[in-house]
């Protein structure tokens, strides 16, 4: 076999398992960082520190009874989270977590730390992202319960709202970049300016940043924008009548999604994988520690921020998240052309 | 068979199964489902000739955007499930639609069955394309520049004919402004 092709498939697997790995490590963090924050212990029986918690509750989702109720569609209540996992783990595909690296000498040759380098990968990880809407609305009609109708319904009207911020802040960093790769997109953040400050795209773009942030966090339906679950009014939203293996799928999805965004981010505003020491080789630790950063940042909006109201959460993304993407937008191009003569 | 070959088949293969399924099942949410999976495979097409830009609009747009309306459509209106062919004979929407149906879809199929016959379209795509040069297509710099130069007029139309149908949703919905 071709030993490019052997290369491609260990980086799949790879990839794989590191982001199954990464919803366990969430989830631990989670519950650590929102112990801390409420001054308790959090987890801590099961392994040193409680650190085989994940795994313990992996196991116990496993070994539960898979629930139907007797009203809902079979088909569309089994595919549901399918596609919402699916959809997770597909957007990874595109993006880059690592210049060319041979992990310290191991490998022969060295390889890019991407999976698929696609000339348009920005455009796919936004359009596999509007596909993860269907795993929550079938979630929500299959189940034939009111509390999974409405939160499907409200998880779709939020994510339709913000998705067009999301994609008006990723639209002025291409404007910036002037390419849709985001491999290219991390080469045009190398070096400094005046010598100490790095060239990363969140000092040209910070409220493009700030909105593609929030615009994110709305998209992964996480707390302050947690509607779909919102647990005082809708006991569990769109997953309500899930049990065992299908309600971890949507559970995983939804760490996943957040990894994805965290990644994502650190390419477009973060400066990928450039470190202002070590080669290209070791990049890819500095990947890691951008994206933990932005998970860090992620765990602490939602156990200090409180939810918004609904029709907060609706005034926001419409009448000024929307209005301060397009402005941006429409700056950035004019700042592009203005400097570009 | 090389990889190209295969894959056209087994994308074309489900493309046409999920496109037939549209409207040979009877529930309204399946037959949306199975639309966007025609075109995933559609978007896969794309992909297989070397247009990935192509590929993700027509995900963005189709699958992403347009099909979620329509899944919001036929869920809250809770379309129920068509009635058998026996029951729709007793009613008045039996004959006259039908019969224009079936004459619309003879046309078609003769139309189809022409062209294929006909075969010289797929010589003079090659040749157009070889004048081009390959690749122009899955560029987003080369279509953004056809687009805005070539295409310029036929473009902004169809932006004044979007805007219209904008505030005439916003009009529909809103009875009093």
Same mark, same amino acid.
């Given at each position: 076999?071709?030993?490019?092709?052997? @290369? %491609?498939?260990?980086?799949i697997?790879?990839?794989?398992?590191a982001?199954?790995?990464?919803? /366990?490590?969430?989830?631990?963090?989670?519950?650590?960082? =929102?112990?801390?924050? %409420?001054?308790?212990?959090?987890?801590?029986?099961?392994?040193?520190?409680?650190?085989?918690?994940?795994?313990?509750?992996?196991?116990?989702?496993?070994?539960?009874?898979?629930?139907?109720?007797?009203?809902?569609?079979?088909?569309l209540?089994?595919?549901?989270?399918? #596609?919402?996992?699916?959809? =997770?783990? /597909?957007?990874?595909?595109?993006?880059?977590?690592?210049?060319?690296?041979?992990?310290?000498?191991?490998?022969?040759?060295?390889?890019?730390? %991407?999976?698929?380098? @696609?000339?348009?990968?920005?455009?796919?990880?936004?359009?596999? =992202?509007?596909?993860?809407?269907?795993?929550?609305?079938?979630?929500?009609?299959?189940?034939?319960?009111?509390?999974?109708?409405?939160?499907?319904?409200?998880?779709?009207? %939020?994510?339709?709202s913000?998705?067009?911020?999301?994609?008006?802040?990723?639209?002025?960093?291409?404007?910036v /970049?002037?390419?849709?790769?985001?491999?290219?997109? @991390?080469?045009?953040?190398?070096?400094?300016?005046?010598? &100490?400050?790095?060239?990363?795209?969140? &000092?040209?773009?910070?409220?493009?940043?700030?909105?593609?942030?929030?615009?994110?966090?709305?998209?992964?339906?996480?707390?302050?924008?947690?509607?779909?679950?919102?647990?005082?009014?809708?006991?569990?939203?769109?997953?309500?009548?899930?049990s065992?293996?299908?309600?971890?799928m &949507?559970?995983?999805?939804?760490?996943?999604?957040?990894?994805?965004?965290?990644?994502?981010?650190?390419?477009?505003?973060?400066?990928?994988?450039?470190?202002?020491?070590?080669?290209?080789? #070791?990049?890819? #630790?500095?990947?890691?520690?951008?994206?933990?950063?932005?998970?860090?940042?992620?765990?602490?909006?939602?156990?200090?921020?409180?939810?918004?109201?609904?029709?907060?959460l609706?005034?926001?993304?419409?009448?000024?998240?929307?209005?301060? /993407?397009?402005?941006?937008?429409?700056?950035?191009?004019?700042?592009?052309i203005?400097?570009?003569? | 068979?090389?990889?190209?070959?295969?894959?056209?088949?087994?994308?074309?293969?489900?493309?046409?199964?999920?496109?037939?399924?549209?409207?040979?099942q009877?529930?309204?949410?399946?037959?949306?489902?199975?639309?966007?999976?025609?075109?995933?495979?559609?978007?896969?097409?794309?992909?297989?000739?070397?247009?990935?830009?192509?590929?993700?609009?027509?995900?963005?747009?189709?699958?992403?955007?347009?099909?979620?309306?329509?899944?919001?459509?036929?869920?809250?209106?809770?379309?129920?499930?068509?009635?058998?062919?026996?029951?729709?004979?007793?009613?008045w929407?039996?004959?006259?639609?039908?019969?224009?149906?079936?004459?619309?879809?003879?046309?078609?199929?003769?139309?189809?069955?022409?062209?294929?016959?006909?075969?010289?379209?797929?010589?003079?795509?090659?040749?157009? +394309?070889?004048?081009?040069?390959?690749?122009?297509?899955?560029?987003?710099r080369?279509?953004?520049?056809?687009?805005?130069?070539?295409y310029?007029? +036929?473009?902004?139309?169809?932006?004044?004919?979007?805007?219209?149908?904008?505030?005439?949703?916003?009009?529909?919905?809103k009875?009093?402004?």
């Amino acid at each position: 076999m071709n030993p490019v092709i052997i @290369v %491609q498939l260990v980086l799949i697997l790879f990839v794989f398992t590191a982001l199954l790995m990464s919803a /366990a490590v969430m989830v631990y963090a989670e519950r650590k960082l =929102a112990a801390a924050f %409420q001054q308790r212990l959090g987890p801590y029986l099961v392994g040193p520190r409680g650190l085989l918690q994940p795994f313990a509750d992996v196991l116990k989702l496993l070994f539960k009874e898979e629930l139907r109720p007797k009203a809902s569609d079979a088909v569309l209540f089994a595919i549901a989270p399918m #596609i919402s996992a699916t959809a =997770a783990f /597909a957007a990874f595909a595109v993006v880059p977590f690592g210049g060319e690296t041979t992990l310290f000498g191991l490998l022969p040759e060295p390889v890019k730390l %991407q999976v698929a380098d @696609v000339n348009v990968a920005i455009l796919v990880v936004f359009a596999i =992202a509007s596909m993860s809407v269907y795993g929550i609305v079938l979630a929500g009609w299959g189940s034939n319960s009111k509390y999974s109708l409405l939160g499907a319904l409200r998880s779709a009207s %939020q994510m339709i709202s913000y998705e067009l911020s999301y994609g008006l802040a990723l639209a002025s960093v291409l404007v910036v /970049a002037g390419s849709l790769s985001l491999t290219e997109i @991390v080469d045009r953040q190398s070096g400094t300016w005046l010598g &100490f400050l790095p060239r990363w795209f969140i &000092f040209v773009q910070p409220i493009g940043f700030l909105v593609y942030m929030t615009a994110g966090i709305a998209e992964t339906n996480r707390a302050p924008f947690d509607f779909p679950e919102a647990e005082q009014e809708l006991v569990a939203g769109y997953h309500t009548e899930y049990s065992s293996m299908s309600f971890a799928m &949507f559970f995983l999805a939804e760490y996943i999604n957040m990894v994805t965004v965290a990644a994502v981010a650190t390419d477009l505003f973060l400066g990928g994988w450039q470190g202002p020491f070590g080669s290209e080789s #070791i990049g890819w #630790i500095w990947f890691l520690i951008k994206v933990a950063a932005i998970l860090f940042f992620y765990i602490w909006a939602r156990w200090t921020l409180p939810r918004y109201r609904y029709d907060q959460l609706m005034n926001f993304g419409w009448k000024i998240l929307l209005p301060v /993407a397009v402005l941006n937008l429409v700056a950035t191009a004019a700042g592009v052309i203005y400097f570009a003569r | 068979m090389p990889g190209d070959t295969v894959l056209f088949y087994v994308f074309g293969a489900v493309m046409v199964a999920a496109s037939l399924l549209v409207v040979a099942q009877r529930s309204p949410i399946y037959s949306v489902l199975l639309l966007i999976v025609s075109f995933m495979a559609l978007a896969g097409l794309y992909v297989v000739l070397d247009a990935p830009f192509l590929a993700v609009i027509q995900i963005i747009i189709y699958a992403g955007a347009i099909m979620v309306v329509f899944l919001f459509v036929v869920m809250l209106l809770n379309a129920p499930y068509e009635a058998a062919p026996a029951d729709v004979a007793r009613h008045w929407v039996g004959h006259g639609p039908r019969r224009l149906g079936a004459a619309l879809g003879v046309v078609l199929l003769v139309e189809l069955a022409w062209a294929l016959w006909r075969g010289g379209a797929a010589q003079e795509i090659q040749a157009i +394309a070889a004048a081009q040069g390959s690749g122009a297509v899955s560029s987003v710099r080369e279509i953004g520049g056809v687009l805005f130069s070539e295409y310029g007029f +036929a473009f902004e139309v169809t932006s004044i004919l979007i805007v219209i149908a904008m505030v005439g949703a916003v009009v529909l919905a809103k009875r009093q402004l």
